[in-house]
């Protein structure tokens, strides 16, 4: 069975850090693209970042770019999102769900994990 | 990023027809796809390459894209269908998602 368990979310002061990660089994992690994407309260879904299956190729949204950084372990089965110098705006539930690339679509999402940037 | 427009909300009676569009620049020269998100869960693939159903999903969804609209088609409503559901194109190596429409089963 696959299975996507993101894990690190929490509360944040404006301008910190936080290390998401998301584990991942059931599948050969290192034959899939991965993605986070992120929903704040109420609000529809938001693509964040893609890393494909080897690393060779990364992708991030213009609100994120310079402050995240996406990154894979596949000896690990691992998926992480580094995010530093967080702001309100990037309070969100953040998933991490899976593709096979190109134009594919992510069949697979994480139960997701809650940030929340705030003083 | 690819702006793709979906209308915020649809009502339906139980058993009728369901159709939710998605509109983008072009949008039918690419492949859409569908995700269905009820409260407090992820998003679920209901439909892939425009019209392709994963499996398990139920025969009464389905889809079409031809020009600049994507349309999501659930054939005999049921409760249990109501939902947000959102459209995604990819454009650039980047993914971009439809704001979400609100599907009411009343």
């Known amino acids: 069975e696959v299975q996507l368990v993101e894990s690190g979310g929490g509360l944040v002061k404006p301008g910190g850090s936080l290390r998401l990660s998301c584990a991942a089994s059931?599948?050969?992690?290192?034959?899939?693209?991965m993605n986070w994407v992120r929903q704040a309260p109420g609000k529809g879904l938001e693509w964040v970042s893609s890393?494909?299956?080897?690393?060779?190729?990364?992708y991030y949204a213009d609100s994120v770019k310079g402050r995240f950084t996406i990154s894979r372990d596949n000896a690990k089965n691992s998926l992480y999102l580094q995010m530093n110098s967080l702001r309100a705006e990037d309070t969100a539930v953040y998933y991490c769900?899976?593709?096979?690339?190109?134009?594919?679509?992510?069949?697979?999402w994480g139960q997701g994990t809650l940030v929340t940037v705030s003083s | 990023s690819y702006e793709l427009t979906q209308p915020p909300s649809v009502s339906v009676s139980p058993g009728q027809t369901a159709s939710i569009t998605c509109s983008g620049d072009?949008?039918?020269?690419?492949?859409a796809c569908w995700y269905q998100q009820k409260p407090g869960q992820s998003p679920v693939l209901v439909i892939y390459?425009?019209?392709k159903r994963p499996s398990g999903i139920p025969e009464r969804f389905s889809g079409s894209n031809s020009g600049n609209t994507a349309t999501l088609t659930i054939s005999g409503t049921q409760a249990m269908d109501e939902a947000d559901y959102y459209c995604?194109?990819?454009?650039?190596?980047?993914?971009?998602f439809g704001g979400g429409t609100k599907l009411t089963v009343l």
């Open positions: 059931g599948f050969t992690f290192s034959s899939y693209r």
């Open positions: 072009k949008l039918g020269d690419k492949y």
């Open positions: 995604q194109a990819w454009d650039s190596s980047t993914p971009g």
């Open positions: 769900a899976r593709d096979l690339g190109g134009t594919s679509w992510f069949d697979h």
């Open positions: 390459e425009d019209s």
């Open positions: 890393i494909s299956s080897t690393s060779s190729y990364i």
